[in-house]
């Protein structure tokens, strides 16, 4: 039996994967000032000329982190059952309480402080919430032409993104499950 060769363009996709996922993981446990290309490159198993030939400058690199991560949140959002409502609120809270959301903050905070991630980051971010208001009407069976239901999702959507944040400095699981139980029945009731 021969040795298998994985195709150069094979190698360089996981490569690239593998930098996205390092530096998500980086921004998400050390924040931006901890994430530096040689640290990510590290943590990725890889040279940082490597990193540095797929993602020219930090900033590339933790854009294309961002955008990797935002889809990977659609994803996770896409994949969820169609069920009742009140899962759906909890999925939602979940998806704003997890290490990708984790990232994609770290992110914010330094595009707020760093000109040349600011635009980028906001471009994308706002596209990121298209979205996610797309698939959490889509979720949660709401009709948007009923006057109240588009405020009602993105009330939701900006509650779950709150518990997002309080979850970075404490994690109080017994007072988010029942803030979570209350907006599931706000949010049957308000939708119908």
């Not at 490159?41 to 030939?53: K, N, T």
């Not at 896409?78 to 999925?91: F, K, M, S, T, Y």
């Not at 330094?110 to 000109?115: F, G, H, I, Y």
Request: one cysteine or more.
């Amino acid at each position: 039996m021969g040795v298998v060769t994985t195709p150069k363009q094979d190698r360089s996709r996981v490569t690239r994967q593998r930098l996205l996922e390092a530096a998500v993981a980086c921004l998400a446990e050390h924040g931006w000032a901890g994430s530096t290309v040689s640290v990510v490159a590290e943590r990725a198993g890889v040279s940082r000329g490597a990193a540095q030939h797929h993602f020219p400058t930090r900033e590339d690199l933790f854009t294309a982190a961002v955008e990797y991560v935002a889809e990977e949140r659609s994803s996770a959002l896409r994949a969820l059952p169609v069920q009742n409502r009140a899962a759906v609120v909890e999925a939602l809270v979940d998806l704003y309480t997890g290490p990708l959301f984790r990232a994609a903050l770290h992110l914010w905070v330094a595009a707020s402080n760093e000109e040349q991630l600011r635009g980028r980051v906001t471009e994308l971010e706002a596209r990121v919430g298209r979205e996610t208001h797309r698939i959490a009407v889509e979720l949660l069976g709401a009709d948007e032409s009923v006057p109240g239901v588009r405020e009602t999702v993105q009330g939701l959507l900006d509650m779950a993104r709150g518990l997002g944040l309080a979850n970075l400095l404490t994690d109080d699981v017994a007072r988010r499950r029942r803030v979570v139980a209350q907006w599931g029945r706000l949010v049957e009731e308000a939708l119908g």
